[in-house]
């Protein structure tokens, strides 16, 4: 009361009491103080009071909320000393309670944790580590693993004034879960390289036996192609010889059999080819007339026979494409237009569509619904009405064979007006053609060389080229052949088999003879109709007819082999 307090301490006292109390009652109790008025000062004591309540409350709810939290907390200040904890910490570290006390240093704490149980190669080296990094005052999170198998994840982060408040998680769990997921990824990895394996296995195998399936139907479609080659062969040299009565009806009823059998196995053959990835187109460039005419020439006679009337358009255009499988789509065509065409016509020809050349057949047949033109190209789905025997597989062969070709088929038909089945090719530019007029001739009194190992096909196909008043030289191997030409003999044609015996091919002759001797015109006959056959006589130039032969594509081929030589 007898004492005066300076105003800088009065400012300072003030500033003090309202961070605790607030400014209006750090006012009044300063006032009250300067007049000793026991009323004002009553009620500053009360405030004070009421907020020292309010402190001690909020200060018990924050001790218990620390002490009930999952995670370890501690708060050191800015000389690196302990000033706050909780039990969470203790356990997580499992310090003594007399070591944890405020303003323990931290570095005895560190210390205390490597020497049970954190392996370090230099005690107090790490400590120093540790202790500089905290009084570099940057954040950190690290992670610890405890001799027992558990994890603590650390996160520290500096204070405003100094010092540092960090956290302590127990991440065991969470690491023991993660690891079983690694392990449960890993197996999973296993099991799937496992099956991958297994798969692959099983894809090889499928592949293997598609393979010997190839092969085998190769074999045994060569092997069945070759008696029927004969006899079909053998039927036409008889047809040629028989006077035109009844004997001569029997006759081409016997071929027409034969070419039922034909088909149907050529079918059957052609679908199973397909199935397993064996028929590889080779395309080559070639004027279109060479698939188109002997086409013409086969089924002008095969409508005849049902008397229908057959025309052919004519056309000098050229094709980048595979003609072997070429021919093969537009036979089933034509086949298809003579079994369901009972009168009318039938016409093949070719309409330039832009740059495109699509080959079309016409016919007057009763026409195919709306509802079937996507469903007959199913395998085994034949038309009512149809003639003669078939599996109903031949446009499901051409709508395959089609897509090999990247030659998009086109249907068009309407009830009782007939039907057009269509594909598509682009034209390409024509080649030059030398033609000789001396050998655009007939086959009469040609010359020709024929070498086959299969002693009924090479009978059969000199009955029917001597029935066309052909001479000709029959031999079964190379040596024979080489023998005749050695002695003078002077061929127009030579007609080799694609197989012979020891290995030996018909291209493979021909190589042969034409470095000995001039080469000759040639024309390979094979049953075996895969692309490999194929691929080798494109290569060396030649051309080929499957097996077994039709006589008209045979004259045919024969002709324009003698007719043509491409420059």
């Known amino acids: 009361p007898d004492r005066t307090v300076p105003a800088l301490q009065e400012a300072r006292l ?3 009491l309202a961070a605790v109390l607030g ?12 007049r000793e008025v026991g009323r004002d000062f009553d009620t500053v004591a009360a405030i004070v009071g009421e907020a020292s309540q309010d402190l001690r409350f909020n200060q018990r709810l924050l001790e218990a909320a620390l002490e009930n939290m999952s995670q370890g907390i501690s708060v050191v200040d800015r000389d690196l000393r302990l000033v706050a904890w909780n039990r969470r910490y203790a356990e997580v570290f499992g310090y003594p309670e007399s070591l944890l006390r405020v303003g323990v240093p931290v570095a005895e704490l560190v210390r205390y944790n490597l020497r049970h149980g954190w392996n370090a190669y230099s ?8 202790v500089r990094h905290m009084h570099a005052g940057t954040p950190y999170v690290s992670e610890r693993i405890f001799p027992d198998g558990g994890s603590v994840e650390i996160r520290g982060n500096p204070m405003p004034g100094g010092g540092f408040v960090a956290t302590f998680t127990d991440v065991t769990a969470f ?13 999973l990895e296993q099991r799937v390289a496992d099956r991958t394996a297994r798969l692959d296995q099983a894809r090889a195998d499928a592949e293997r036996a598609n393979d010997a399936k190839s092969r085998f139907l190769a074999a045994i479609g060569h092997d069945l192609l070759q008696p029927l080659h004969a006899a079909q062969l053998f039927t036409d040299a008889l047809i040629e010889q028989l006077p035109p009565q009844t004997q001569r009806a029997t006759a081409q009823q016997i071929r027409g059999a034969l070419d039922s059998t034909g088909d149907l196995l050529a079918g059957l053959l052609d679908m199973s080819r397909l199935e397993a990835g ?6 080559r460039v070639f004027p279109l007339a060479d698939v188109l005419e002997p086409l013409a020439s086969e089924f002008r006679a095969l409508a005849a026979e049902r008397g229908l009337r057959f025309r052919c358009r004519t056309t000098r255009a050229w094709v980048h494409t595979d003609p072997q499988l070429l021919r093969r789509v537009l036979q089933n065509f034509l086949a298809n237009a003579v079994r369901y065409t009972t009168q009318g016509s039938m016409l093949l020809g070719v309409r330039r569509v832009g740059g495109q050349l699509r080959i079309e057949v016409h016919d007057t047949g009763p026409g195919i619904p709306e509802s079937l033109q996507v469903a007959i190209f199913e395998e085994f789905r034949r038309g009512e009405g149809a003639a003669g025997q078939g599996l109903g597989l031949g446009l499901a062969i051409a709508d395959r064979i089609a897509r090999l070709l990247d030659a998009p088929l086109q249907l068009r038909s309407r009830m009782g007006h007939g039907t057009v089945f269509a594909l598509s090719l682009p034209g390409v530019e024509p080649m030059r053609l030398e033609v000789s007029p001396a050998m655009s001739a007939g086959l009469e009194g040609l010359r020709v060389l024929i070498v086959d190992n299969d002693a009924h096909a090479l009978a059969a196909l000199r009955s029917v080229l001597e029935s066309w008043h052909c001479q000709v030289d029959a031999v079964s191997g190379c040596d024979a052949a080489e023998a005749l030409l050695v002695a003078g003999a002077d061929h127009a044609l030579w007609l080799f088999d694609y197989h012979l015996d020891n290995g030996d091919t018909g291209v493979s002759l021909h190589a042969h003879l034409g470095k000995r001797f001039e080469a000759r015109p040639t024309l390979i006959l094979s049953a075996d109709d895969s692309g490999e056959v194929r691929r080798v006589a494109l290569e060396h130039g030649l051309g080929l007819l499957p097996k077994p032969l039709k006589a008209l594509a045979l004259k045919s081929m024969l002709r324009r082999l003698l007719a043509a030589r491409v420059t």
């Open 14 to 16: 003030e500033r003090e």
């Open 278 to 283: 064996g028929l590889v187109p080779q395309p």
């Open 123 to 130: 005690i107090e080296e790490e400590v120093d580590k540790r």
């Open 175 to 187: 690491r023991r879960a993660e690891a079983a997921l690694i392990r449960s990824n890993e197996t």
């Open 23 to 34: 400014s209006a009652s750090a006012r009044l109790l300063l006032d009250a103080a300067r």
